[in-house]
């Protein structure tokens, strides 16, 4: 079956703008998390959806933002982009988002803020 | 809130030698814990996961994992590494915070497999 599918994989932008990411999780599964990794800060936790309801959220501030749809597809968005926001965004995906549950991991979209 | 130290950033050792890469996470009553690999301009990829039952764990391409509850560990071991083993390994803890499992992952080690 298909995997994880993150787009776009690349993507530049200017300090200020704003950004959509999407993620089309494994069929069936109906959890997405979205993980920002840098190399000094390593995989940060951003949120989680569940059946098109943010269930968890980790310490990013307001700019981050994301949605579910009923298809189970995510999309994130970061406002105002800020040269800080550079780096790789990956996608997971489970069946419920339960901790015993394997998450399948994106290729992740570089983001490069200019 | 759960912490995960992955002691070493990098990890160099030769073809078809050992290797042992080192996790510790803070203490929690209830924990899943979980390595990943991540080549290079890839996602993670699951290689093994701790849920119950027996402390040894065994995953994908020859790695192994011993949970130890008085220690709070899970170092990820192989016995003969190649050359294709190099990447990125990330230790990861699940813990129930607010009913529902949040993973907070280690910095990560790169394991560097040199011929």
């Known amino acids: 079956k298909a995997g994880v599918t993150q787009t776009p994989r690349y993507l530049i932008k200017t300090r200020g703008q704003q950004v959509t990411l999407s993620c089309s999780p494994i069929?069936?599964?109906?959890?997405v998390s979205w993980y920002q990794q840098t190399p000094g800060q390593g995989l940060q936790f951003l949120f989680e959806?569940?059946?098109?309801?943010?269930?968890n959220k980790g310490n990013f501030p307001g700019r981050f933002s994301g949605r579910q749809f009923s298809n189970s597809r995510s999309e994130m968005n970061v406002s105002t982009l800020e040269l800080g926001d550079s780096a790789l965004y990956l996608c997971?995906?489970?069946?419920?988002?339960?901790?015993?549950?394997?998450?399948?991991f994106g290729q992740g979209t570089r983001l490069t803020v200019v | 809130a759960q912490s995960v130290t992955q002691l070493d950033s990098q990890v160099p050792v030769f073809e078809e030698a050992p290797v042992e890469l080192r996790c510790n996470y803070s203490?929690?009553?209830?924990?899943?814990l979980f390595w990943y690999v991540q080549y290079p301009n890839q996602g993670l990829q699951l290689l093994l996961k701790?849920?119950?039952?027996?402390?040894l764990v065994k995953g994908i391409n020859g790695f192994e994992a011993e949970f130890n509850k008085s220690q709070t560990s899970f170092h990820l071991r192989k016995p003969s590494v190649h050359i294709s083993d190099t990447a990125e390994y990330f230790c990861a803890v699940s813990d129930k915070s607010g009913g529902s499992y949040i993973p907070t992952f280690g910095r990560g080690t790169s394991l560097i497999v040199h011929p």
């Open positions: 069929s069936g599964h109906r959890s």
């Open positions: 997971a995906s489970s069946l419920d988002g339960g901790g015993h549950t394997e998450a399948f």
């Open positions: 203490s929690s009553v209830s924990v899943y």
């Open positions: 701790y849920l119950s039952g027996s402390t």
């Open positions: 959806y569940f059946s098109e309801t943010q269930r």
